[in-house]
């Protein structure tokens, strides 16, 4: 039996050609991750438009219901961000939500509490409505229910171009669903 000497290892050359297909590799994901999040943008910037366009007035009668389906607490700002509090109501099962705002803040507010408020449609406090002491345009975007099941309000102030909640501001983003359509995410 004859032993025959291993073969060393040799060094393959690599062409110029093959280095330029793999740097075209990350500059076409690149390209397609751009163009990802450019439609991802435009899908977000188009959800935004409908949804502060279907936005309604809370100072006018609401056209479509949302009705409860058990019983749970919503959350009512007294002001813009709320600044002076919330109060927090009880809705019972089969409760429309959007006549339960709409005659909470065409309430009047007593003019002798004594507070600073600021009224942002009449500063002359002619028989104020609480919905005045929310922005000057304030419209109800939506609703936000939390761990606890209770219900927040999303407000949009097209005067202010400002969306809020509770305390703090929101933003809308668009996602992809699991069949591939663009789809609302609120944080």
């Known amino acids: 039996m004859a032993v025959l000497p291993k073969k060393e290892a040799q ?6 050609g093959t280095g330029a ?4 590799i990350p500059d076409e994901s690149k390209q397609k991750a751009k163009l ?15 949804r502060r366009a279907s936005a309604w007035q809370i100072h006018r009668w609401p056209l479509e219901k949302r009705v409860v389906e058990e019983k749970t607490r919503i959350h009512l700002p007294r002001s813009y961000l709320a600044t002076d509090g919330e109060e927090v109501r009880v809705v019972w099962p089969g409760e429309d939500l959007n006549q ?3 005659e909470h803040y065409l309430e009047s507010v007593d003019l002798n509490d004594g507070s600073g408020k600021v009224n942002f ?12 002491y929310l922005g000057p345009d304030p419209r109800v975007a939506g609703y936000f229910f939390d ?8 407000w949009w102030d097209a005067f202010l171009q400002d969306q809020w909640m509770d305390k703090q501001k929101w933003k809308m983003d668009a996602v992809q669903n699991d069949s591939g359509q663009w789809v609302m995410k609120e944080h």
Not at 11 to 16: F, G, N, Y
Not at 21 to 24: I, L, N, P, T
Not at 42 to 49: F, I, N, R, S
């Open 21 to 24: 297909k793999s740097q075209k």
């Open 121 to 132: 449609v009449a500063s002359d406090r002619v028989l104020p409505k609480r919905h005045e």
């Open 11 to 16: 060094e393959v050359a690599i062409s110029a």
């Open 100 to 102: 339960v705002l709409y």
């Open 36 to 50: 990802a999040d450019k439609d991802r943008k435009d899908a977000a910037g188009a959800l935004t438009k409908i």
């Open 147 to 154: 761990f606890d099941g209770e219900i927040h309000i999303r």
